[in-house]
């Protein structure tokens, strides 16, 4: 008798486990079950942008709520999870997060790692200096310039390659960290997209201290990452994406991010499903 509860309690035990490891969410790309773990930025503001007090402000993480809701998930069961330029591809392939929103520039050689939902918006590639430099009026001046960057940026690639190949140009693990030398006059500009830079220069205790350069030097559709071949979740998201625009919420998330910087955004771009 006392060798049948063992055995049974044995029994027990290893199905309970099991059910535990079904129902984990390791295996299922950043979801498990009733929550879901998205990528976003954490030190840009007017995009993705984690307050003193914990909560997530930014245009990019009011796509990514309005995605959630879509999917079927309400606020309170969204994990956010910081995603710097360099680790997205990896956060993504690993099943860390679901997918990412996060500033994110579609391009050929990402899209080999990774597949992408949008574009969701269309920014471009500016300078941020300060307010009192007026040495840098077009691309060539770059050359004799200390610039700075964030690693695994297409900002900074596209200098390096395209843009200017002989500037200085420092790559750092965050714009806060570029935005400390511009300050400090350690660089002489922030490169980026305008509408992270815009971001930076709307804050009070920046205003009055920098501005944009105004040299629109690239075209960058931001998309939603999510793990290659998943087709489904591409196409649902393209279907979330499709309806925020269509129900007037895109404009009215545009306004309330970036309006206050006085940002001139492009419209909507056309979703490529």
């Known amino acids: 008798m006392k060798l049948r509860r063992t055995s049974a ?17 390791g295996s299922d790309s950043g979801s498990n079950g009733d ?4 990528g976003i930025k954490f030190d840009q503001p007017g995009l993705g942008l984690k307050t003193p007090d914990g909560t997530y402000a930014g ?3 009011d796509v990514a709520r309005y995605v959630a809701k879509e999917l079927g998930y309400s606020e309170d069961k969204i994990n956010f999870k910081q995603a710097p330029s360099a680790e997205r591809e990896n956060l993504i392939k690993n099943g860390d997060v679901k997918f990412i929103v996060a500033s994110y520039s579609i391009n050929d050689k990402r899209k080999k790692e990774v597949d992408f939902a949008g574009p969701y918006l269309l920014a471009h590639q500016d300078l941020l200096v300060r307010a009192d430099d007026s040495s840098i009026t077009k691309v060539e001046d770059l050359n004799s310039k200390k610039l700075c960057s964030v690693s695994g940026s297409t900002s900074a ?24 030398g511009l300050e400090n006059k350690a660089v002489d500009a922030l490169t980026t997209d305008d509408s992270i830079l815009a971001g930076y220069a709307s804050q009070k205790e920046h205003q009055g201290k920098f501005k944009l350069a105004g040299l629109r030097m690239s075209d960058e559709n931001y998309g939603i990452g999510l793990k290659k071949g998943d087709e489904d ?11 925020m625009v269509s129900d007037g919420t895109w404009d009215k998330l545009v306004k309330q991010n970036f309006g206050p910087s006085g940002y001139k955004n492009e419209p909507a771009p056309k979703i490529q499903n």
Do not use: H, M, W
């Open 157 to 180: 690639q596209n200098v390096k390659e395209k843009l200017a190949p002989k500037a200085d140009l420092q790559q750092l693990g965050g714009y806060s960290e570029c935005l400390t």
């Open 233 to 243: 979740l591409r196409g649902k998201i393209n279907k979330a994406l499709e309806k």
């Open 35 to 38: 929550k879901i773990t998205i």
């Open 59 to 61: 245009f990019d993480v």
């Open 9 to 25: 309690a044995a029994t027990a035990a290893v199905v309970l486990a099991l059910t535990a490891s079904a129902c984990g969410g």
